[in-house]
């Protein structure tokens, strides 16, 4: 049975009662709670998981986080990682330091520190260094001899003080190295070197006495300070130098210093013993590079150690070519990625997900249930706090929630994509310039801004249709034609439009022909609505099996190609009514897909279908006899715009639910549909024995042709001679 919708089930203002505030300020002092808690509010099962997953400190247990782009993901992410780090289990803060390798010349040897450590032997050993380019002149004597007694209690006591000053087992290596090589090397200028520098300003070799120098890879002084346990790294610009560390080009003073000074860290060396945070479209888009750094993060969680390489000649390297060694890390990778994203390297990389076996789930929508209701409010008021907004008063909060209902598309849901809501946050405020509160109608205005800039593409449609050269009819009836409703998205514009639906039919045998489909201008999900309607059509009038029926349907002047299945029902009530001869109200439009029992299927962009006919039927002159009929499961996706919720209660625009396609053609001509006896025939005064009648005299006439044809060709046999 059909539902004529009244004004306040096409919308959800009516369950958005006035907020109980003046303004969100009041909300600020009514709860003692952050903008990352109303958020997490909201994603309560993720914070559980997320929380969980952080937690674990078994190698390999990364975690993977998947969610829409602007729900809010990375920041509550990265505000419960640093969460986690101030309050989960210390990992000993580590710097990380290289130095030279005495014992395999050119190469460097990592070292790992208590955090602060580093920084105080670069400092202590740079000191040395100064302080040891001061002394060595003073070794040798008039004729240019090394006094090597003197030299050696002079490094004797330096490195004795050393050692006092940094008591750490993992340095003796390094000062037990000081004295022999400083001795040795005065001992070869000795019989080398002074033979072709003159004075003592030749014994200070700055190249050699780099080699006694700490490049200070990573520095956790700033964690320490702030109490932090583990590191937490995000790295917003992968790339293999950003997070693996680079051997920086040789060049200019650079090209004099040791290899092991223009070694660089990248994120996982900084994240080592923490947390690292990655996007995964920030790694598969990487032009050229996207898959290998996707193997490179593999190999990094599979084996726990990273190398440091010269990616500027890694291709000429080859196997084996990097000097410096692997260096052992544990990271917990955190990856965001999009549903689409995930999908798409798990078919490119299979195996790569088995490194992260917590999955994060952030929800899109929520119930809107006053709870909820409530925490948007406060996210609302906090999120002006935090960037110095006026704030909105009650009524212009329920004009947000219902843009979130309207972004869901659903009466019983709203959308939790903060960003979106920031976006019309701002706009709003933007329209009330200086005011001290933003209001609903603010907020109203800002909507109908946003509408006006989407709406070129669609005025250009509109202004043909008014035109009159694209020919669509919003008054009287017509006989085989209907309007359909298309959903049209160009970038950020998405509107709907009407399209001219036309059928014709005579007696034949090729059942329905879709001409779009026959030009190749229909997509598959297209042509198997057709499909379905042939088929219901053959199943409602079985007692004619087979059928004496050639259709033509078309979408007149769409050259563009049609996809979907939503004209389905159009198409069908086009074709019923050029079958029977029943005119069709030109005035409803139809939206709706149909299944093989003619049930009738929701369809996507409902709000938007709606909407575009109503601004048609408004520029070619409302008369009360306009409307739309849409699928009755699509009735609580209904987010109308005000201004068709205030026609329809006005009595001059109407909408239409159904559940079975009998229900709309009964409508659109006014005539009953009629019910299907046992023995597969209608009866009575209505539609479906119009078209039966029809059918029965296309049979009739075929048979005809047929028995006339027979006859035509036996005279002809007959005539010829024998």
Known sequence: MIQVLKPDEMTVSYKLSPMSFESTEELLDAADMSLTDYGWKLQPEAQKTLMMGLSIQQAGCNVLVQGTPGSGRAALTMAAMKAAAMTGIDTSLTDLVALYDFSQQSCANYIKLPAGLGAQLRTVMDAFIKALMAEMPQWLDSSGQ???SRAETWLEERVDGLRAQLSSAKLSPLFNVIKPEVLAYLQAWQQIGSETESGSDGVVNESFLSRFRVNLLVDQRANLTAGVKQPVVEERDPGFAALFGMLETAVGEAAQWPEFLRLRAGSVHQADGGMLLLHLRDLMQDEGNGGALLEKLYRLMRNREVQIEDWANHAQQGAGGNRHGALPVHVKVVMIASREDYYDCLEAQPDFFDFFPVKVEFEDRVPATLDNYAWMAG??????????????SGAAVNVLLQFMHRLEEDQSRFSIRLAHLDQLMHESVAVAADARLVTDAHVKQALSARLLRQQFFETQIRDSIIDNELLIQVHGDVV?????????????????????????????RSGVINIDREVEMSGPSHDKGIYILQNWLSASFWALAPLSLNASLVFEQEYNGVEGDSASCAELFALLSALTGLPIKQGMAVTGALNQFGEVMPIGGVNEKIEGYFRVCQALGLNGEQGVIIPKRNQRHLVLDDSVVTAVNNGMFKIIAIDHVLEGIAHLTGHAAGTQEADGTYTGDTLMVRAQTVLDSYRQTLERNQARMAYIQQQTESSKPL
């Open 146 to 148: 090394v006094d090597f």
């Open 379 to 392: 996210y609302i008021a906090q999120r002006c706090q935090q960037q110095t907004l006026p704030h909105f």
């Open 480 to 508: 085989g034609q209907v309007n359909g409703l298309t959903h049209i998205e160009l970038g950020d514009a998405s509107f709907g439009s009407p399209i001219r639906i036309t059928a014709r039919c005579y007696p034949g």
